[in-house]
């Protein structure tokens, strides 16, 4: 059966799709995953990709948590940290190597693998950053120099880079049109459920040296563990449906979707809702040069400066809490206990943005999370009191996550099937790259003028993000990906 654009019918596409041109098939395919209801069976799928995201929030956030062991340890002394301690001629702290090193190595990944999921497909790229994660880091866990500990720590992230690209672009072409919101922010809740537990390793763990083994490299080890465990689990995740019939296996794109939409059935007791087949996607392989074409120009330059902004409050604050509480007079027992309390906050931000997900446009969540951001930073600049600190550090949290799970779910619905990895690759890595430079700027700004110095610098990086996204960005709530990709 020949589907048209706008067509509406209540007969299964299945038969005959894989003689569809590619274009049309992935359309036919988009068009029954579209109009799937809520399920056990796609909120399953969600949660298991989440899992798998999971390990790089892990990630991400015990590298402010371990900065105290570390540097306790004396990684950071200019003999242990080799030529990385070149970087001292610019005002940059030792632990601000590491940071420089990890997202060095997640900018350098983005940009050289985001690719390889548009062209090999999403499953195995995503599990395949999994082995790698997990095998770096152990290798990090056991070096003894600051030189040696960053450089695994790069290529760590190299390999691990692009995993929440991957993530982003397997959620979007997954989730039915009308929770598509939802699905993101549950994503993200998933994920961010484990910040408070590294953060609670970090403050049981960094301090001490269980069988002489010292904290922080057993919190590392964890996450590697863990991120074995993931890989076994995440494998029952089927191939993205959209991605297989763009690329001529509209076979296997119809198996995994008919065999979705008969669980859904089941499970919903309910016939799936009529068919409506929006304008197919240009039959192409996509180019990298395509995400720089009249079309989608303007929003790769939109999502490229927003991303370089809105990484400076998010790891600009979450890398270095631990440290931001020391410079305002906590003692390191402590701040690492305030910091896990903080850090319980992570999961409530998504969790709470369920309600309005899907009710209010993706920038507008994304602005309200910028202007939250900036306001809490320069409220906890000037705080001195532990319970007003914890509380600011709490709001700013928040808003952060639910921010994050709107432009997460935002970027990458603004490029169509063939480019979605690459181009979410590239936009993305810009927060990469200002997330190396970032950490060295706050360790500057922090020897400099102290928080208040660091929460100035990062409420101005908020004014811009809402900028750009308030005057340049489209609207999307309640579109399908196809239409919005013309």
């Not at 056990?40 to 798998?52: D, E, F, Q, V």
């Not at 760590?156 to 690209?165: C, E, I, M, P, S």
């Not at 859904?264 to 040069?289: C, D, I, M, W």
């Amino acid at each position: 059966m020949k589907l048209s654009a706008g067509t509406s019918t209540h007969t299964d596409p299945a038969t005959g799709v894989d003689a569809l041109p590619a274009a049309s098939a992935s359309a036919a395919i988009a068009a029954r995953l579209d109009r799937l209801p809520a399920s056990r069976t796609l909120w399953k799928i969600i949660a298991l990709i989440s899992l798998g995201g999971l390990f790089e929030y892990y990630d991400l956030f015990f590298t402010g948590y371990v900065a105290p062991g570390m540097a306790k340890s004396g990684l950071f002394s200019p003999d242990s940290l080799g030529f990385f301690a070149s970087l001292a001629g610019i005002k940059v702290a030792g632990f601000g190597t590491f940071v420089f090193s990890t997202f060095a190595g997640l900018w350098l990944g983005v940009v050289l693998l985001g690719q390889l999921a548009d062209r090999y497909g999403r499953r195995p790229v995503f599990t395949g950053s999994l082995v790698w994660y997990a095998c770096s880091t152990t290798i990090m866990a056991f070096q003894h120099t600051g030189e040696m500990v960053n450089v695994w720590r790069f290529v760590a992230g190299v390999g691990f880079g692009v995993q929440l690209v991957t993530i982003d672009a397997y959620i979007s072409e997954l989730t039915p049109l009308a929770l598509r919101g939802r699905a993101f922010s549950v994503n993200q809740f998933v994920s961010f459920c484990i910040v408070p537990v590294v953060a609670l390793f970090a403050w049981l763990l960094v301090p001490t040296a269980p069988f002489g083994l010292d904290g922080w490299r057993w919190v590392v080890l964890i996450g590697s563990a863990g991120a074995a465990v993931a890989w076994f689990l995440i494998r029952q995740v089927p191939e993205s449906p959209r991605w297989l019939a763009l690329h001529g296996r509209a076979a296997e794109a119809d198996a995994i979707t008919t065999a979705i939409e008969r669980r859904v059935e089941a499970e919903t007791g309910k016939a799936l809702p009529a068919l409506h087949v929006e304008a197919p996607e240009e039959e192409s392989t996509g180019q990298f040069r395509e995400i720089f074409a009249s079309r989608y120009w303007r929003r790769t330059v939109m999502l490229s400066v927003f991303n370089m902004a809105q990484v400076i409050g998010f790891y600009g604050f979450a890398a270095w809490v631990p440290t931001l509480l020391i410079a305002r007079g906590i003692n390191i027992t402590h701040s690492l206990q305030y910091s896990f309390i903080i850090a319980i906050a992570n999961p409530f931000g998504p969790l709470v943005g369920t309600y309005f997900a899907d009710h209010l446009e993706r920038k507008t969540q994304i602005i309200l999370g910028l202007s939250v951001m900036g306001v809490a930073m320069l409220g906890f600049a000037h705080a001195t009191s532990p319970v007003v600190l914890i509380a600011l550090g709490v709001v700013f949290t928040l808003a952060a996550n639910i921010m994050s799970y709107a432009y997460h779910n935002y970027q990458a619905e603004l490029y169509p099937t063939r480019i979605r990895a690459r181009a979410v690759g590239f936009v993305y890595s810009w927060s990469r790259f200002a997330a190396a430079f970032a950490g060295l700027a706050i360790g500057y700004f922090l020897n400099l003028g102290g928080a208040l110095a660091v929460a100035t610098f990062i409420a101005i990086a908020m004014v811009v993000g809402i900028a750009v996204i308030g005057v340049f960005g489209p609207s999307t709530k309640g579109v399908a990906l196809e239409r919005i990709s013309h």
